[in-house]
């Protein structure tokens, strides 16, 4: 059973350049969360996914950020004109609905804005 | 706004000491909890989870749960360096139609564990 996987680990873009993460989920896992961490924070909730469906996004996720799940599978998170402020670790998470809905981390994307 | 607090620490405990990790939350209909540690730029990862009051021990683990004074805490037993990390506390504050999904977490305990 392999864990949450997360591609790029590390990226670094200049301010105004798009950027996009991918994230595969724990592979029997129907749910699937982006959550953005800052130096001495801890995560804050972006947004969720069950299934293909995403039905929650938070304040946090301005226009710039859009997030998909195509067929229920992986899931992109793309950042479009980046500011200096969204340099972050941007965190992916899986759950399995009816278990716990226990959130197993991927390893992050540590995104630097230049 | 619902609220998840931790002290940010420093705690520093000896080698096999017990370390104490506490956390306050603000809504008294919350559902489950959890304690991750994260480790120096590494992504959290999770220790334990308790739905229900009272104890729950994972071998040097127990988490404590007392939902009428809205307190969870995380006690480690025989404390190693290998246990100096950053404990985060997560709380499911529960979603509407009663679905769980995101959690709420607190900054952060960072615990050093001295040989």
């Known amino acids: 059973d392999t864990g949450v996987s997360q591609n790029p680990r590390h990226k670094i873009t200049k301010r105004g350049q798009n950027v996009t993460f991918r994230c595969d989920p724990i592979s029997e896992h129907n749910r699937l969360y982006w959550y953005r961490q800052t130096l001495g924070q801890g995560p804050e909730f972006l947004t969720y996914f069950q299934n293909e469906a995403q039905l929650e996004k938070s304040r946090l996720l301005s226009d710039r950020f859009s997030a998909e799940r195509p067929k229920g599978s992986f899931s992109t998170l793309e950042i479009q004109r980046t500011e200096q402020g969204d340099s972050a670790m941007y965190l992916c998470?899986?759950?399995?609905?009816?278990?716990?809905?226990?959130?197993?981390f991927g390893p992050g994307t540590r995104l630097t804005v230049l | 706004q619902k609220e998840v607090e931790q002290n940010s620490g420093p705690l520093s405990v000896p080698e096999g000491a017990i370390a104490s990790l506490n956390c306050t939350y603000s809504d008294r209909g919350s559902q489950s909890f959890f304690w991750y540690r994260q480790y120096s730029g590494k992504s959290p990862e999770l220790i334990m989870f308790?739905?229900?009051?009272g104890d729950k021990e994972d071998g040097r683990f127990t988490a404590q749960l007392n939902k009428a004074s809205q307190y969870v805490s995380l006690l480690i037993r025989d404390s190693q360096p290998s246990d100096s990390a950053t404990y985060l506390c997560?709380?499911?504050?529960?979603?509407?139609?009663?679905?769980?999904?995101?959690?709420?977490f607190g900054k952060g305990t960072l615990l050093t564990v001295n040989p």
């Open positions: 308790i739905y229900s009051n």
């Open positions: 998470a899986s759950s399995l609905r009816g278990a716990g809905d226990t959130q197993y």
């Open positions: 997560a709380v499911n504050f529960g979603g509407s139609g009663g679905s769980n999904y995101k959690l709420t």
